[in-house]
C-alpha cells in the first residue's frame, strides 16, 4: 500500500468520528443546467475532469478575521493500473494569486481538483471537506504552503508528477489542522460513484441544511440558484454549501503538459523537416513508430484519442517533409557553414561577366 493511502485510510478513520455537519447531497436535475453534460463514462473512452465550482460559507468577514477557510478534497480513482489517492487543497492564498477578491461571505470559484484524467473504471470517489482555519502566522504560513505545493504542478500534466509532491501536501495539512484544536472540520461529505452500476457526468450540491427539494436547484455560471422557475432564480445564499462537477471529455490538448510525447513529437517534426534521403525518412518514421507506441501506452491518454492523435500527427509529418522537399527542389538549401563561401561565390559571378 502507498503512503498516500496509508495517509488517507487514518485520515478518513478520524474524520468519521469528528463532529463535522453531514451535509443533505443532491445531484442537480440535468435540464436545470446550462448546458448537457454527456452520458454514463465508458471505460477507456473517456476522460473525466473535477472542479470544485462553488464554495460558499455564510458567515461574514468577522469570522475570517479570526478564521480561514481550507477546503480539502481527495479523489479515488484507477490510474496506470492502481487505485490512487489525489488528494488537493485550496483556501484565500491561491485565491489571491489569481486576483479573486475574498468577499464578506467567501467563496471558492471553479477550482480544478482532479484531472484530465482516463475513466479506466471501477467508478470514482470523492471526499470535499471545508474547515475553519485558526488565523495565526504558523497555520497561515502553512496553509500557504499546502497551497503552493497543490499548484506547483498542473493536474493537467502526467498524474506521476504531481503524486511526487502529494505527500509533502498532506504532511503540511496535517500540521495545518493539528496547530489549533479550534481547526474543524465545518461540512464534508465522501461520495462514491459506483462503476458496476454506471454513472455520469453532472453537477452535485452538498448543502449545510435540512432536507430540501431537489428539483428547485439550479446551476448558473458556476453557482447554485434556487427557485420553481428559470425566469424566477434566487440565488442560493441560505446556507454553507460546496458545489462540484465531474466532467466528461474525449480528448484532451495539452500535449506540451505531457513531457514525454511532447519531445518525442518536437523530435519527429525537427527530423521530418530535415530528411533529405531514403534513409533520413526511413529514420524519421521510425521515431514516430515510437512515439505511437509511447502514447498507446501512457496512462495520461485513453486508446481511442492516442489513435486519434497519431493519425493527425502522421499527417502533419508527411506534410512537413514534403515541404521540406519542395523548398530543397525549388533551390532552398542548407547554406554551407564556411562564411567566406557567398564571397567567393559572388567573385566567380564577377569574373564571369
Known sequence: MSELSDWWNGFWDSIKHSPAVVPSHYQIPERHLEKDVGGQFRHGKH??????????LQNGREL???FAPMALTVCEFKYDGQDTVVPFVVGPSLLEKKQIEVPANFL????????????????????VILYQVKRSNLAEKLLTVAENLASVVDLSQSLTSYLKIANL?????????GENKENRPVIGLRKEFDGDEGFGPGYFALVNAKSMDRNKLWVRESSLWFGDKEDALIEFTQADYVLYSILQRISRDDFEQLAPIHSMWEKVKSEAA??????????????MSTLYQEMVSSPDLTLDHANAIDEE???DMVRIHERALEKVSHGAVEQPSDPLARVRERARAIRSL
Open 47 to 56: 476522460y473525466f475532469v473535477i472542479k470544485v465550482n462553488r464554495a460558499f
Open 313 to 315: 500527427w502522421e499527417g
Open 108 to 127: 471558492f470559484t471553479d477550482t480544478k481538483v482532479a484531472g484530465i484524467h482516463p475513466y479506466k473504471g471501477g467508478g470514482l470517489k470523492l471526499t
Open 274 to 287: 530535415r530528411s533529405r534521403t531514403d534513409q533520413d525518412w526511413v529514420n524519421t518514421k521510425a521515431i
Open 169 to 177: 501536501l498532506v504532511r503540511t495539512v496535517g500540521d495545518v489542522l
Open 64 to 66: 475570517w478575521q479570526t
